[in-house]
């Protein structure tokens, strides 16, 4: 309650703290100069008041070239900073509220912390820390920018409530703190970009959490679900009140992003999944289960046994955007289809047994993952069909790099992109056309001999893959992964059909590709009673040759099944004059 009311004033006072804001900043403080390379805290949550206390210790570590004499601790807009110790001795540090929405208010809350002496260069300190607050449905950060109230709460759903907790780390929830320059979702990518600067700067970090929920109105303890299966969980129960407990280790963060969710659900634990269910999605979670069972053996093949269980928790509103982090899977179950349920497990069953810290590889091969389902189940056209609709999205984005500046090759590469069309749709591509190019037993082989410690350059996974094949492969990767040459555009110059003395047709294909990326297309012989399918490698601004000999008098041609994204697919048909010869 009381709580409440230093809220209201709090955002009462509004204007007065603008004036604040503008006075700190005067200090030209560089909030990205520490990261967090340690997590200690122990989290109570109380679902009747939407509330989250939260006591513990940071080590911060100075990235920055410079000693650093402030430290920028930031929170949800929501919480509330209570105090920062140093060694056992109070800090001073200032509150502030600081616009950005890289959490779903569309706001932090700042603690400008005076430290005792300045931290070197790779420097640490370890701060202990404390504050409270709630944590409601809020999707400020979206209904600002004009999203449909409706649509923003699909996405924002966080929040803290008896009937159903769900909050999830940085980049939606703040609920941990974290340091981050200003993130404006009217502003393109920058919400990623420094989504994915935090990440990076986290990915070596440890998180360890004591999570306690307590409830005093006599229900039943509810379930409590982390994203990392080494958590243990425990439950007290005395009179009236009830204890959830759940104490994890993130060792280390990686791409984590740590996430809790608090409902009561029933279970449905098979060998590769278990799935947390609402009471009235029961058949929904049977349903999924025997998908994830289904495609198991699949996922088992191409990127070995699971390094943990995979996880599936149920969200209530069927409306409500799935989320993914590790090999935890927030989606509602409501929203079950049996004939597509093989998609989102594929997928996330490569989670569970798959792990790098790049997001080209984590993510690219859970997608290439779903399109090696549907094409074992319904063949390789819908496969091809299934990847196109990731198509129009990459066709877009990749639309303004007819001429790519030298810096957004880099910047937009594979290796280093935060844009989740290049890493999930272009990347999911790169794996197809490997896959194609080096054949599935090579890809296999070098996808189990990756380790994720000992991914330390940007050429490892290239690596890999060529000490499985004869193929040289570095210009594949310097036109897709190291660099963003945008896509291959192909088009058929000529096709010469000559009749040999046996009856059948020898033809000569020359096949230009003006786009800046080279790749591995393959060509289709159409021909009275048939078809034939080749592959030609055609450098970028380049030219190909390929002779065929076909059974029949060849009718027409076409360049790209599709397998291989191009900015222009409609030009990719030739059709062949009849010779008679
Ligand atoms: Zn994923």
Redesign the pocket.
């Known amino acids: 309650m009381k709580f409440f009311r230093m809220w209201s004033a709090y955002k009462s006072l509004g204007f007065l703290c603008v004036l604040c804001a503008s006075v700190v900043n005067g200090f030209a403080v560089d909030r990205e100069a520490f990261s967090f390379t340690n997590y200690d805290l122990n989290i109570r949550v109380e679902p009747e008041q939407h509330r989250l206390g939260v006591r513990g210790k940071v080590t911060l570590r100075n990235d920055s070239p410079t000693p650093q004499k402030i430290a920028v601790l930031q929170i949800s807009s929501s919480l509330d900073w209570r105090s920062v110790k140093a060694g056992e001795k109070a800090v001073q540090f200032v509150t502030q509220p600081y616009a950005s929405d890289i959490d779903h208010t569309g706001a932090l809350s700042e603690a400008i912390v005076t430290l005792p002496q300045p931290v070197e260069p790779k420097g640490t300190i370890e701060l202990e820390i404390a504050y409270e607050g709630v944590i409601l449905l809020d999707a400020t950060r979206l209904t600002r920018i004009d999203t449909p109230v409706e649509a923003a709460n699909n996405t924002d759903w966080d929040q803290i409530s008896t009937a159903f907790t769900a909050v999830r780390g940085a980049g939606y929830v703040a609920w941990y703190p974290i340091a981050t320059e200003v993130a404006n979702l009217s502003e393109g990518n920058s919400l990623f970009e420094v989504v994915g600067r935090w990440k990076a700067r986290e990915f070596a970090s440890k998180m360890h959490l004591h999570i306690s929920v307590s409830r005093d109105d006599g229900e039943a303890p509810q379930a409590l679900v982390m994203n990392q299966a080494s958590c243990q969980m425990f439950y007290e129960a005395t009179g009236p009140s009830s204890v959830s407990n759940a104490d994890c280790a993130y060792q280390p963060l990686g791409l984590t992003v740590p996430t809790f969710v608090i409902g009561t659900y029933g279970t449905v634990d098979r060998p590769s999944v278990q799935i947390h269910n609402l009471a009235t999605h029961a058949a929904s979670a049977e349903v999924y289960a025997d998908a994830a069972e289904k495609v198991a053996p699949l996922i088992g093949e191409w990127f070995g046994t699971p390094r943990e269980k995979a996880q599936t928790a149920d969200l209530p509103d069927a409306q409500s955007a799935t989320f993914?982090s590790g090999a935890l899977l927030l989606m509602p179950l409501a929203s079950v289809d049996s004939k597509l349920a093989g998609l989102p497990a594929a997928?996330?069953l490569?989670?569970a047994s798959f792990l790098s810290f790049r997001p080209w590889i984590?993510?690219g091969l859970?997608?290439f993952a779903q399109a090696l389902y549907l094409e074992r189940e319904k063949g390789r056209a819908t496969a091809i069909e299934y990847m196109g609709l990731h198509r129009f999205a990459l066709g877009e984005i990749e639309e303004t790099s007819t001429v790519p500046r030298s810096e957004d090759e880099v910047n937009r590469s594979l290796v280093n992109t935060t844009s989740e069309e290049l890493y999930?749709s272009k990347a999911m591509y790169v794996w197809w056309m490997l896959r194609d190019m080096v054949g599935e037993a090579a890809l296999k082989k070098a996808i189990a001999a990756y380790r994720p410690e000992q991914d330390k350059e940007p050429s490892y996974m290239q690596r890999l893959i060529a000490a499985e094949t004869k193929r040289d492969l570095e210009w594949f990767f310097d036109d897709w992964v190291y660099r963003d040459r945008g896509l291959p555009e192909f088009k058929v110059e000529s096709a010469f059909p000559r009749k040999t003395m046996t009856d059948s047709f020898m033809l000569t294909i020359t096949v230009s590709n003006l786009g800046s990326a080279g790749a591995e297309v393959p060509i289709i012989i159409k021909y009275a009673g048939g078809e034939v399918m080749r592959r030609l490698e055609v450098q970028a601004k380049n030219k190909g040759v390929i002779r065929v000999e076909v059974p029949a008098e060849p009718r027409e041609i076409v360049v790209n099944d599709g397998s291989v994204p191009e900015k222009d697919m409609t030009n990719n048909t030739f059709k062949i004059e009849a010779t008679d010869k």
Do not use: D, L, V, Y
Request: overall charge negative; aromatic content about 0%; glycine content about 0%.
């Open positions: 993914e997928h996330q490569t989670h984590e993510e859970a997608h999930r």
